[in-house]
C-alpha cells in the first residue's frame, strides 16, 4: 500500500550545523505535507507545510524542499540548537483518498544534537 | 491559549478493565483526531469526528474500541475490555476549520497506557 518512510532512524549533528532530515514518499497522489517534531513525553508539534505546488518553503530557522520527480521531501534545521533534539516525522495526505484529512505518518528520525 | 488537553496523562490497570481516555479540543476547533503510537506501529489514526459527527473510524482495531463526542469540547476514548496488546500512547488532536484540508493538527501530550 501506499506510505511514508524516512530514510534514516537516527541522526546526530553537532551543534550549530546544520540539519537535514530526508523522507520518502510512495504516493504520486499527495498533495500536502507536514513536518512534526516530538519530544520525550509530549505530543507532536506542528513545525512547517508545504503544499505539492511549491518545492521550497521556509520557516524559523527550518526550510522544507519537496522533490515531486523522485517523491522525496527534507526538512532543513539551521544552526541546529541543543532544543531541536527530538523525533521528526514527516505526514502526507494523499488526494483523492478515503479521507482529505488523514495524515499517514512516515516512522520518523531520531536528532540528537551533540554539545 | 490552552492546546489540547489530555486525561489521564498516564493509566495503568488490569487486563479486563475498562479505560477511558478523555480529551478536550482547542475551543473554536472543529475537527478531532484520536491517535495511537507504538514502536512498532508509528502513529495510527484510529478515529475522527467533524462537528462532533464521526467521520472515519476505519482506524479502530476492533469492537472493544468505541469514542464518542457528546459535545465540541469533550471525547472519549473507550476501551472494553482492554488487552495487553492495547498499551500505547494515545494522542488527541484538533484542527480548525476553514484552513487548508484541516491542517495542521494540533496534538495534546497523549496517555500513556500499560495493560498488565
Known amino acids: 500500500g501506499e506510505s511514508v518512510g524516512l530514510h534514516l532512524p537516527t541522526l546526530s549533528v553537532q551543534e550549530g550545523d546544520n540539519s537535514i532530515i530526508n523522507c520518502a514518499y510512495s504516493?504520486?497522489?499527495?498533495?500536502?505535507f507536514i513536518w512534526y517534531k516530538q519530544e520525550s513525553g509530549k505530543g507532536p508539534q506542528f513545525i512547517i507545510d508545504?503544499?505539492?505546488?511549491?518545492d521550497k518553503r521556509q520557516g524559523q530557522r527550518v526550510t522544507v524542499l519537496l522533490n515531486k520527480t523522485v517523491k522525496h521531501l527534507s526538512l532543513q534545521i539551521a544552526a541546529t540548537q541543543p532544543g531541536d533534539s527530538a523525533v521528526y516525522f514527516c505526514a502526507e495526505i494523499g488526494s483523492p483518498s478515503g479521507s482529505a484529512r488523514q495524515l499517514t505518518f512516515g516512522s520518523g528520525t531520531q536528532l540528537t544534537v551533540l554539545p | 491559549d490552552a492546546g489540547v488537553i489530555q486525561s489521564p496523562r498516564h493509566e495503568v490497570t488490569e487486563m479486563g478493565q475498562e479505560v477511558t481516555l478523555r480529551c478536550k479540543p482547542i475551543?473554536?476547533?472543529?475537527?478531532l483526531f484520536w491517535y495511537r503510537q507504538t514502536m512498532m506501529r508509528g502513529l495510527e489514526l484510529l478515529i475522527y469526528f467533524n462537528n462532533n459527527v464521526p467521520i472515519d473510524d476505519s482506524g479502530m482495531p476492533e469492537d472493544r474500541f468505541s469514542a464518542k463526542m457528546p459535545n465540541a469540547s469533550f471525547s472519549t476514548l473507550k476501551i472494553q475490555p482492554s488487552e495487553p496488546r492495547d498499551s500505547a500512547v494515545y494522542f488527541c488532536?484538533?484542527?480548525?476549520?476553514?484552513?487548508?484540508?484541516?491542517?495542521?493538527?494540533?496534538f495534546g501530550d497523549g496517555t500513556r497506557l500499560s495493560i498488565l
Open positions: 488532536a484538533s484542527s480548525s476549520p476553514g484552513t487548508l484540508m484541516g491542517q495542521p493538527q494540533h
Open positions: 504516493n504520486s497522489a499527495s498533495d500536502y
Open positions: 475551543s473554536g476547533h472543529d475537527y
Open positions: 508545504i503544499r505539492s505546488n511549491m
